[in-house]
Each structure stands twice: as structure tokens, then as C-alpha cells.
């Protein structure tokens, strides 16, 4: 079939774990002077097929100058190495690879041709099984950004990445689901939505990313109060007995293209439409869900910045949902300021306890936030009558039912833990006396990724002003949170480099 | 002023030389468990500052989870590691990097903005000095390749392009140069045209690039008879002495951004029409020409295939090479079939010496051509009238000045030498009699690259045959040169997956 490991018995070298971590990417190390390398001309970066028995990956070649091998010797990347699933001391064969013929798929879209079902398909297989590099990924995430793909694509990449992955199969036929398109920072409405929809008794088995390009992202934020690394087996169990869940969806391979993508697009710092709405969609159709509502916070330094851009964005979504058998209700909401107070995991996480602990002084922009999603959840699946969800949802809330929920849910996902606090906080004051007139999301969230969020749990921002309230000068109008005092310092270098992320205007 | 290595100096650890090259991506090595990593919760691929005293790099971090380094050394990629000018023990101070600005540019880019030329600037600095990760170049090529940039932009990214390198003055006010935008295998006419142009008396100090998708390019084809890597002031020699020469360009930092892109574009196997213009016209401008050729081969298998899409691209290459002070030809070449017979440096090499030594069998096609070219060159310089110059080039090439000046050049750049022959032949016969009517220039490049070109000189494919020849049953349609045996076997394997490369029709 393949002909090329098997013409190449003499390509071989024998294996030695140097323990090195490429992330994702297949790395294979060789000398520069091995027979491999000498008598094929392998130079770095030249990806190559690395066998061992019946399996095979490809790898990026990293070259080796010194004496980290011994000239019969290569390494390979740890992933490489699980995936490839060698020993120590093994041969593998080693030789060119075959052309990527997949690519060819992406260079005809770059060329500004359509491509079908079918060839997101092949290209998804072939990233599923890493024979993609990062480069490769990169220019197929460029060339389907933004406005590159139409519907039709939009739905073949949607069809594509439910298709490459495994899809769960529930007993009921209704399955809920919410949403966020993201951009928003504090914005931890899962996490009261999903106890007040399982309180009232609809299934909702909500799976979550973590942070993409945010400084928490759901499953970072309800990390730190129960485990979300569940495996597909103990995800369905907490389903079963709870109605519902909110755990990380990367640990449990639906949509694995996804997650493969979403990692280049991290370090790209790109979010594309088409790209969203393949990864939101892919998701909940391999969770299994029916019913999905979907929030779309729009402000001027939201993800979604124009109402016409969200109103697309909210129509494709629907659109392409009711193309691949998912009923979605868009709900477009105000994303001109951070919701609730804190940002990053731990203080998101301190915000919506309060709000489920029913707590006098718990943020009501974020309490308000859930309800209207939670009572749209109820409506979409006609479970109560319209313009009788919110009020339901609010009566669950409020008579303790969703705290009650909550609890069983981080019980039943492997017991509950207090999110922790930062070591050091640091608070900055407002430079003059005035009203809040506009806050900047993007900024907001890079300074709180710089003092250490999502990574550092109890790193972060704590906001203590809102728009439109007054401030004097000298009040604090946020108190950085950080684990490290090296974070801390890389935040406030941040803050004095900019213009205000706060702008106050007017008073005297 | 830069905040983000100064506050870190307990951030530092000892450097210890792994001699691992990762090409030109600046790679830092660190232990999973030193305290930087701990204290910082680095993971593969951050993106991180090296300061060492003034100098620093960006790099992407790989994570080493073995005793390769103790737990207070780092390491450095090999090109990091001569960037920073580092020595075995000396220490570094690692920071986080602070945000990429620039790539902001290239985001803007992807969401559909158009991009100034100072935008460009901004990008391709940062480029030059590394701190775009190949994901990031990866995205930006994508993003402005195909019809992503419009015509002022082409202008600009080429202006930009010219401007973050150095930029060749020469005493003359007329400097004439060719370029083929390739494409074609075996359109090896630069080596006719530079020994024509040059010996009629105009200087042409032609610097070429090695191949990009292809199995050959110009500075690889001249390096089989002559050194071809020149440093700028070697150059500038050979041609105030023979009035041209035939150099790599990429020794030259001539459009050093240019190099960099390339790189990764050869990763991708991607040419887009807005950076093939950049790219040909910014080393132009760089290497101080003021008047140039440029021919377009035209074919279903060629670069261009369209004439629609050879006529676009002419157009552009004419505009906005006035618009950044070149006069600019473009000839559009038939582009059905290879040109000569030799695919490959030293095959092509051979065919060049033939018409050049007027041997009587030499390829009457590349003989054709070149003089076209040169005739055009002659003309576009105002040096002979309308209609004289492919007369007048085939006088020079005809009594043997052409010859006399090929052979002072290769002396003037170092020495001339024979081009090496394969030590593996392996002739591929016709499956049939018939006629040929058509051949798969891409597949043929494909074919020749697997043999080994252009890494390996001597390898290729020497065509016996050319479109409308009449054939035998068993004849050798062409016949293979490898350096290695495996090579031959990758080749001769791919040749077996495919439908005919070359198509024979009728016979019987």
C-alpha cells in the first residue's frame, strides 16, 4: 500500500527518551551526521514518516549538532513518543514522508475556491491524526478566518469536525445546552445556568473549553472548585444522576479537530467566525444536545462589536445549527463592561458562589445575566410557556435549589474545594475624580492574563467600579490579584505603558 | 523604557550549548521543574524574551522533562544562539515576552482590513528580528496571500519590503535585470541572458534565489559550475569587472524579510500573487535595478494558467514597479512543458553549457528563449531600437562572446567547475506508442524533488522526449537520476501512484 517505510529497512535508528516537550507537534531529533540524515539530506524542519511496527507518525526533524545522540540514535518529542507508543532502545524506521495531499485542499482555499463536507473532512482526519505541523494548521486557520468561508463551508466544517470525533448518545430526547461566544470578561453564566436548568429537571451535559484567548475560560473557572478533567464515562455518570454537569470537553475527545486547532490559534491570538461557529456547534452536536442557547455579548470592545456583525453571527449560528439537527436560539446582551466583579478563575468562581449562596451584595449584572439565559434555556424547550422562563429560573434561584444543585454537581464530578486566593494583590487608583465612561475588555483581560489568569487560578483583576458610577481620585478602581511577584510586576509595566483601560471623564 | 527583562534578575539561568538546530526559529530548551518555569508557570511553546546584557531574542520555549539540563541551565536553538552572541556558561535572563503589537496588524489583516505601508513596515521589522514564531509568519503569509491584497497594498508590503533591508548603489544609471516568476521546470534562461547582456556591455548584477517549490532554482542550477554564495562586496566585484553576475541572493540581505518568508512558505508549498510581486520586486529595487524583464510561462501546469491570470499579474508587476521607481517588461512565455531536457541543478547545468558552447544538439527551446529574453532586456534599455534586440543577443551568443563572458564570470565568482553526474540512472519507459500531449509540470517538479533535487545537484529527471513527439511502446519517456538509491525508490514509487506525469495518445 504505502510505500514509503517499507522499502527502507536500512533507514533505522534506535530510540532514546530525551524528554523533551514540543506541546502537541511531532518532533523527531537526529544527528546531522546519522546515515539517515547523510545519505537523504534531511535538514531541519523537513518532516519526515517515523515507523515502529504497523504504526506511524509524522514528525518535524530537529536537527542534532553535538553529542545529545549517538550517530545510530534519534528522540523523539514526548507526545510523539506516547503516540507512537515506543520504548526506549526500540528502532524506528525513518523516511520521507508522503506529500500531504490534504493541504493541496487548503491551498485551493487559500486560492479563494469553496470546499465541500467532503474536504474538511480529509483535511480534519489528517489533523486529527497530526499530520498537520503547526505551520500547517496555522494557514488553514488564516485561510477559513473571517469572511473566507460562506454557509455552505460553514456547515461542511461544522458537519466535518462532529464527523472526525465521537458524538454521545443520550436516552432522552431532549438535551439542553447553553453557550457563550465569549469576549467578555467575568461573563460565568454556565455556572448558574446549569444548576437552575438541572434543578428544574431538564438534562443539560455541559461541556466547556477552557480559556481560548481570555483570562479564564468556564472550565478554568469551575476548576477551581471541582474537578472538570472527567472522562466520558464519569461525565455521563453526573449526567445521569444530576441532570446535568460543567466539565472541560477537551478531556473527553468530542470534536478532537477542535481542540487541535484551538492550540495554533491560541498562540495566534485569532478568533474567525467560521472557526467559531465549527467549534461551538461541533461541540454541542457531539455532546448530544438538541436545544442550545446561545449569547452573543456585544459592546465596543467585545468579541462582536456591531449589532449587524452580531445579528450575522446570530443568524449563521441558527442557520448552521438547524443544518446539522440543533435547534438554536441566539440571545444577543449588552457586553459594553466586564460582568460581575472578578476576572480570572478563582475570583469568577468567589462571584457566581455568591450569586448561588444568594449573598445581599452578590454582583446583580451577573445574577441578572443567568436568569435571562436560564429562562430562555426553559423556553427553547418549551418546557415552560413562553415569557415565563426568566421568572422560573429566578424562583429556583432564590429558594436554594440551584446552590443545592450546584453542590451535588461538584460532589458528583469528584467533590467541591474553595477556590483559592493570590498571594499578592496590588490596588490601583483611579487618577482623577469622575463618572466611568467606557471600559476596555481587551485590555482588561490581557492585564489579567498578565498577572498570571487563567494559569495562576487566583490570579486576576478585581473590579470596584461599574460604568456610569462615580469615583474620586485616589479610590481604587481595581486591585490586581497574582500568585508571583514577577506576574504582578509584568501587569503593572502593562498598565503604566498604556492609555487608561478605565476612561473617567468629568468631576472636578 | 522596556520593562520586562529589568525587573527579573533572579529570572536567570546558566546556558548550556545542546547543539539543536530548529532552522531559524529561535527555540529556548528549559526544565520543566527550574524556578523560572515553576515560578512562571511556563509550558511548551510560550512565547519568551532571552536578554543577555543589551541584546535579547524572542523564543519559543520547548520543555524538557529529563536530566538533558540540570535544573538551573537553559539551552538555545543553534541560530538563537549565534543571534544573541552567547557563550557555554554565560547566564540569561528570561522574562515573558511582552505582547506581539504587530501581530495586531496582521489580525486586522485577517478580519479583512486593508494594511499601510507603514503597517507593513511595523510587521516585516519585527520579522527580520525574529520575533514572529513561524505559526505567526505561517498566518500572515495566508492572510495576505491570493487576492487578499489589493494593488496600493502590494505597493506597500513591497516598499516595506525594500525599506527593513539594504539597498544596493551603483555607479551607473542603467542597471538592467531578468527574472522568471518560474514555475517551469528546466527555464533556466538566466544563465543566457546575464553572459548576453553583459558581454553587449550594460550591467546586470543578477542575484537569484535557490529553489522554492521547484527542483531547482537559478542559485541552484549556477552553483553546480560556480560558488554562487558571494558576500555583497564579492559581488560588487564581479560585476564592476564583468558587468554581471549570477549570485544567491540570500547571502546578500538584500530583502531580508523576503528570506525569512520564504522559509516558511517553502513549508506550505504556497505562492501567493501579492508576495511573488513583493518578493521579485523588492530585491530588484534592492539590488539597485531601474529597468527589468520579468517573463510569466503561461500553461496548464504552470505557475499561471490562465492568460486572464498571466495578464493580471503583468499588470500589477508593471504598476507597482513604477510605483516604486522600476521599468518593468513582462513577457508572457508559453508555459505547456519544460524547458530543455535537464530537470535539476546539474541537468539543467548541462543544457545551459550546451546552448552557451553552441553545440549542435544543444536544446533549441532554451536557446529560443533565452535570446527572446535578452533580446527584450536590450530593448526595454533603450540600448537597441525596436525590433533589433533578440537579433543582436543572438550575434553574441553565435560568434561565442556569450560563452567567453559565462566562463570570466564563474572565474570572477570564484572558479568554474564541471557539474556532478548521478551515480543512480534509472530510464522510465512509454506504457504505449502514441504521441505526447500533455505534461504534468507540477507532478515532473514532483517527481524530480523526490529523486533528490535540488539538495542533491546531480539528481533529477532528463526529459527524452516533448510535447507532439511521437513515441514507441518502451521507448524512455525520461530517465531518472538519483544520488542514493532510496531516493531513486521514493521517486519511482510516487511515479507508481500516479496517473501518466507525461500523456500519450492514439498509436497503435
Chains 1, 2 share one sequence.
Not at 493541504?103 to 474536504?119: D, M, Q, T
Not at 455518570?237 to 487541535?260: F, N, T, Y
Not at 448561588?356 to 445574577?367: G, I, T, V
Not at 444543585?405 to 483611579?430: L, T, Y
Amino acid at each position: 500500500m504505502n510505500p514509503f517505510c517499507e522499502n527502507n529497512h536500512d533507514h533505522t535508528l534506535i530510540l532514546r527518551r530525551l524528554g523533551i516537550d514540543t506541546s502537541r507537534e511531532a518532533v523527531i531529533f537526529m544527528r546531522k551526521d546519522c546515515h539517515v540524515c547523510r545519505s537523504e539530506g534531511f535538514e531541519a524542519l523537513t518532516r519526515l514518516k517515523v515507523c515502529n511496527g504497523e504504526k506511524s507518525i509524522l514528525a518535524t526533524l530537529l536537527v542534532i549538532h553535538s553529542d545529545l545522540l549517538k550517530p545510530d540514535e534519534a528522540s523523539l518529542s514526548e507526545s510523539a513518543w506516547i503516540t507512537l507508543g515506543v520504548k526506549e532502545g526500540e528502532r524506528v524506521q525513518i523516511s520521507h514522508a508522503e506529500p500531504l495531499e490534504s493541504f493541496g485542499l487548503v491551498r485551493s482555499k487559500i486560492y479563494g475556491n469553496k470546499l465541500s463536507e467532503e474536504a474538511f473532512r480529509t483535511i480534519l482526519k489528517d489533523v486529527v491524526q497530526r499530520k498537520y505541523s503547526d505551520v500547517h494548521i496555522s494557514s488553514f486557520l488564516t485561510a477559513c478566518s473571517d469572511d473566507r468561508l460562506d454557509q455552505d463551508e460553514m456547515i461542511g466544517l461544522t458537519k466535518a469536525m462532529v464527523s472526525v470525533g465521537e458524538r454521545l448518545i443520550w436516552e432522552k430526547d431532549l438535551i439542553v445546552d447553553k453557550h457563550c461566544v465569549g469576549g467578555l470578561p467575568g461573563n460565568r453564566t454556565t455556572m448558574l445556568v446549569v444548576p437552575i436548568i438541572a434543578a428544574f429537571g431538564l438534562t443539560i451535559p455541559k461541556t466547556s473549553s477552557r480559556a481560548i484567548t481570555s483570562p479564564a475560560g468556564t472550565a478554568d473557572t469551575m476548576e477551581t472548585v471541582a474537578p472538570v478533567d472527567l472522562e466520558l464515562k464519569a461525565m455521563r455518570k453526573v449526567v445521569e444522576q444530576e441532570g446535568g454537569c460543567i466539565v472541560w470537553g477537551g478531556a473527553m475527545r468530542l470534536s478532537p479537530a477542535d481542540d487541535m486547532l484551538i492550540r495554533v490559534e491560541r498562540a495566534l491570538n485569532v478568533d474567525s467566525e467560521g472557526q467559531l461557529l465549527a467549534s461551538i456547534l461541533s461541540k454541542k452536536a457531539s455532546a448530544g444536545s438538541t436545544h442550545v442557547v446561545i449569547d452573543i455579548p456585544l459592546g465596543p470592545t467585545a468579541k462582536l462589536r456591531t449589532s449587524e456583525a452580531a445579528r450575522v453571527l446570530g443568524q449563521h449560528l441558527e442557520t448552521v445549527g438547524a443544518a446539522i439537527g440543533l435547534k438554536v436560539k441566539v440571545v444577543i446582551t449588552d457586553g459594553k463592561e466586564p460582568i460581575g466583579r472578578g476576572i480570572g478563575p478563582s475570583l469568577e468562581a468567589r462571584d457566581v458562589l455568591s450569586v448561588l449562596q444568594n449573598e445581599a451584595d452578590a454582583p446583580s449584572d451577573l445574577r441578572e445575566r443567568g436568569l435571562v439565559l436560564a429562562g430562555e434555556v426553559l423556553e427553547l424547550a418549551e418546557a415552560v410557556a413562553k415569557g415565563q422562563g426568566k421568572h422560573t429560573a429566578e424562583a429556583i434561584l432564590v429558594d436554594g435549589r440551584a446552590w443545592k444543585k450546584f453542590q451535588a454537581i461538584c460532589q458528583s464530578q469528584g467533590g467541591m474545594r474553595e477556590p483559592k486566593k493570590a498571594r499578592f494583590m496590588h490596588p490601583v487608583e483611579s487618577p482623577r475624580t469622575g463618572k466611568v465612561v467606557a471600559m476596555d475588555n481587551r485590555r482588561i483581560a490581557r492585564v489579567a492574563k498578565l498577572a498570571g489568569a487563567p494559569k495562576a487560578q487566583a490570579a486576576g483583576m478585581d473590579l470596584h467600579i461599574h460604568l456610569n458610577q462615580a469615583i474620586e481620585k485616589g479610590e481604587a478602581l481595581f486591585t490586581l490579584h497574582a500568585e508571583t511577584q514577577g506576574e504582578l510586576q509584568y501587569a503593572l509595566s502593562y498598565l503604566r505603558s498604556l492609555p487608561e483601560i478605565i476612561s473617567i471623564e468629568g468631576g472636578a
